[in-house]
């Protein structure tokens, strides 16, 4: 008798063994969409983020275009040349040896980009002020920033739209 209990108390029965692995089965799969959904949230939140950032650079150069900051020809737009420009700095017209105009330090990649090697402003759609909203191109300026991911947002909107 003492010899059976010892024998049923040294480990789990096959039944238990089963229950336990349909119950990590059961919490693994509830467990990974959820996991998915944060992280994709959080790109998400880079993403805005990111074009906030990117879009006040751009405002912020065009204030400084209309200021007399700095010096366009009569036939740009008085948006930037390149997304670069938002970082490399532009002389002060206004303040002639003072600090140069730097509008971003760093310029953010997108978060959907696939190539993580790749620079970060070639990670974006960039738009010009030429083009229509509806059918943005690349072009002499940087008007507006876009993602260039086909996929869509947790809220219906793809990326490319917001």
Same mark, same amino acid.
């Given at each position: 008798?003492?010899?059976?209990?010892?024998?049923?108390?040294? +480990?789990?029965?096959? $039944?238990?063994?089963?229950?336990?692995?349909?119950?990590?089965? #059961?919490?693994?799969?509830?467990? #990974?969409?959820?996991? *998915?959904?944060?992280?994709?949230?959080?790109?998400?939140?880079?993403?805005? /983020?990111?074009?906030?950032? $990117?879009?006040?650079?751009?405002?912020?150069?065009?204030?400084?275009?209309?200021?007399?900051?700095?010096?366009?020809? $009569? *036939?740009?737009?008085?948006?930037?040349?390149?997304? *670069?420009?938002?970082?490399?700095?532009?002389?002060?017209? !206004?303040?002639? +040896?003072?600090?140069?105009?730097?509008?971003?330090?760093?310029?953010?990649?997108?978060?959907?980009?696939?190539?993580? !090697?790749?620079?970060?402003?070639?990670?974006?759609?960039?738009?010009?002020?030429?083009?229509?909203?509806?059918?943005?191109? *690349?072009?002499?300026?940087?008007?507006? #920033?876009?993602?260039?991911?086909? /996929?869509?947002?947790?809220?219906?909107?793809?990326?490319? /739209?917001?």
């Amino acid at each position: 008798m003492k010899a059976r209990m010892l024998a049923a108390s040294r +480990g789990f029965s096959l $039944i238990e063994l089963l229950a336990a692995a349909a119950i990590l089965g #059961v919490l693994a799969t509830v467990a #990974v969409p959820v996991v *998915e959904t944060t992280v994709r949230r959080e790109k998400e939140r880079e993403l805005r /983020q990111a074009l906030r950032d $990117i879009r006040r650079g751009i405002d912020a150069y065009r204030e400084a275009v209309a200021r007399h900051s700095i010096v366009v020809k $009569i *036939e740009e737009s008085g948006y930037p040349p390149r997304l *670069e420009a938002l970082t490399e700095g532009i002389v002060d017209e !206004k303040n002639s +040896g003072g600090p140069r105009l730097v509008f971003l330090r760093r310029i953010p990649r997108d978060p959907f980009y696939p190539d993580r !090697k790749a620079p970060a402003a070639s990670t974006w759609g960039k738009r010009e002020y030429a083009s229509p909203e509806d059918a943005p191109r *690349e072009g002499v300026d940087v008007f507006d #920033v876009y993602s260039r991911s086909e /996929q869509t947002g947790l809220n219906g909107v793809p990326y490319a /739209q917001w």
